[in-house]
Structures are given as C-alpha cells and as structure tokens.
C-alpha cells in the first residue's frame, strides 16, 4: 500500500491544492518500509490527484480539501482520510493502526469574493491576500 501525506517540513500541511510536496510512505503488513519525497511541482487542485495516481498512491492524508479535489482524488480511486494534522510519521502510524479517518470537517470552502473562508479542523493553511 502507498500513503500519501501533504507535506510541509514532516508535517501535514494543512490545504491539499496548494501543497508542495507529499511524502511517500509504502507499507506492508502494517508497517511502513520506505519513505521517500514526492515534489508537487506547480500543479494545482485537479492536477494533483493525478500526480498521485501516476505515482501509485492508494492512500492520501491531509489537511483541508475541497470538494472538487475529493472528487478527483474518488474518480482515481484514492482513498482520503482529510482533518489529520501533526508529523507526517505519526499520522501514517495512526493510520496504519486504524486510528485516523477521514473527518469530513477537513472541508475547505473558499468564497473569495466576500472574504469569507471556512476550512475543517485541519485547517488549509490559506490567507487570504496572500494568493
């Protein structure tokens, strides 16, 4: 199994779309057995489920997500646990103990044109004007 963790100095960063770099975790029997860094590149929102994809991931684990990316990630058969936070490590531990699923409240919501902004107890990381 491949786990894919938003990454930003080995903790979960916090907003899926803008993230710049996953780790990698491949586990057996439960336990993890390489790590590795995946660079994210510039892609955006839509573009990231299918970097994970071509990379094997089974697994994502984040912060916030929107709805669109959700559908991304299901349309690419990914399962999301989103609402995690802490080291990248111990949520993959979680995760791999049973301990860590997806909390719907890891839903981000962005309304730009009134100010407002609600994301989940993830928290996605995003201020707003500074795009």
Same mark, same amino acid.
């Given at each position: ?11 979960? #960063?916090?907003? #899926? !779309?803008?993230?710049?770099? #996953?780790?990698? +975790?491949?586990?057996?029997? /439960? ?12 892609? %955006?929102? !839509? ?6 994809? &071509?990379? /094997?991931?089974? $697994? ?7 709805? %669109? ?5 299901? &349309?690419?058969?990914?399962?999301? $646990? &989103?609402?995690? %936070? /802490?080291?990248?490590?111990?949520? $993959?531990?979680? +995760? ?17 044109? %009134?100010?407002?902004?609600?994301? *989940?107890?993830?928290?996605? *990381?995003?201020?707003? /004007?500074?795009?």
């Amino acid at each position: 199994m491949k786990i894919a963790v938003t990454a930003e100095n080995g903790r979960v #960063f916090g907003h #899926f !779309g803008k993230t710049k770099q #996953f780790a990698l +975790y491949e586990a057996e029997d /439960g336990q993890v057995v390489r790590k590795q860094l995946l660079d994210a590149g510039e892609n %955006g929102h !839509g573009a990231l489920a299918g970097l994970l994809a &071509a990379n /094997g991931v089974d $697994v994502l684990i984040c912060g916030g997500i929107g709805a %669109g990316a959700r559908q991304a990630l299901a &349309a690419n058969r990914i399962a999301l $646990v &989103a609402g995690a %936070g /802490g080291s990248t490590d111990e949520a $993959v531990a979680a +995760y791999l103990a049973g301990n860590l699923h997806d909390n719907p409240l890891g839903q981000c919501n962005h309304h730009h044109e %009134g100010g407002e902004h609600a994301c *989940g107890t993830g928290g996605c *990381g995003h201020h707003h /004007g500074v795009e």
